[in-house]
């Protein structure tokens, strides 16, 4: 269905952001509505000509590349704004701690003019895949999943990802009731830098560790993890972000890194008889948290793998035809975060976020598209009815 005009509900929420389009004349403003708008109502692949489908005629496809293509209004400045005031309406927690979790994930690409994508395969018997990566922080408490920053990552630059997610960290304002932030991430991000910079902001920190690193005293991860005895190892519970129980088979000591100082470091595999090579390495500055507690922090980092789903599956995130210029593809991966972003603060307040089940993005847009048809039955309706009431008193 073609809508006639921007849902009231969404012109009043998005009115603060007027001002990040000083061009009036090219109606930017009005055109990045309808884009986020479009991108929650879109049940296809999500690209521009699908897009403009549903706008107003007054609205062509050269329209939108416009403003696209845009150099005057700054796309990171206006997501950053949106994220603040998006933690700053929902429901905080009880115990008022923020998650802060970092994951990359793959957008496969076709064609030649991409300028930030690359080849290159996730597995040793995996295909070759060709797409761009993209940086991806959410905060997280309770069931709650909030994208704060966003970044495609260069290829040609080295080190990019550790780079981006510390410039992230570094960015990042949690919001006035927050106090204590814990950041978690896999291996990859385990950099000493990385690590150096969460303690300067006096936070707390659980991340993957790569058998390459070495402890103060010597003593070389990957022999520990490879030659140490399976009777040291006993049985810990730990809870995932859904409530359900896992258990695994750790060990447990206190270490010290160089720089880092006192951690905690955790041996941590499936089942008993598992091999040395399936063994996960863990470090932690919460010395005095139990191992259930530091194991359950570090399993929500499967909370950013639900938000990749969620981008991609509902709202289209790296299906937009882009190419040449990098910031058009920052913008192409911003615009369905933003989209992200809208609905939260339109259903934000709602007693379904407040409660301990959590929401899905999924049933967030399905709200979302059936409150803009009942709106346009609603003022379809009013139009007809004005129409019969002229009639009927020029009869």
Known sequence: MQLRRIPERVEKCLASYRSYFNKAQAEHY?????????????????????LVKYMPKSLAY??????????????????????????AILTPPQDRIIHIIGDTTRNEKTGKKQPLAYTTKMGKF??????????????HWGRLRIPVAVAVIDPKIRGHQNKLFRQMLTDFKPPVWCKRVI??????????????????????????????WKL????????????????YYHRVASYKPNGRRRDYWIYRRSAKLNLLGDVTI???????????????????????????????????????EVT??????????????????????ERSVMLPIMAYLLLLRLYGKDDSLKQEQGFSIFKLKERFIDDVFQDHLFRSDQRWLRKFDKFKAAA
């Open 183 to 212: 950041v978690e991430a896999d291996a990859g991000f385990a950099a000493k830098e990385t690590l150096r910079l969460i303690l300067s902001f006096k936070w707390d920190y659980v991340f993957s560790l790569a058998r390459t």
């Open 216 to 231: 103060a005293d010597g003593t070389h991860l990957s022999n520990l993890a490879k030659h140490l005895p399976r009777k």
């Open 266 to 304: 955790i041996l941590s595999k499936r089942h008993f008889n598992d091999a040395p090579k399936n063994i996960k390495l863990i470090v932690t500055n919460l010395n005095e948290a139990s191992t259930g507690e530091i194991l359950s922090y570090y399993a929500k980092r499967w909370q950013v």
């Open 30 to 50: 009005r055109v990045w509505c309808w884009i986020l708008v479009t991108i929650i109502m879109s049940q296809g692949a999500g690209r521009l000509k699908e």
């Open 126 to 139: 995996e295909p070759f895949l060709f797409g761009q990566s993209v940086l991806v922080m959410i905060a």
């Open 62 to 87: 050269w329209t939108i590349l416009r403003m696209m293509r845009a150099k005057y209004w700054d796309e990171k400045d206006l997501f950053d704004i949106m994220v603040g005031d998006t933690l």
């Open 308 to 329: 990749f789903k969620e981008l991609k599956s509902g709202l289209h995130m790296g299906k937009m035809q882009v190419t040449k210029d990098p910031q058009r593809v």
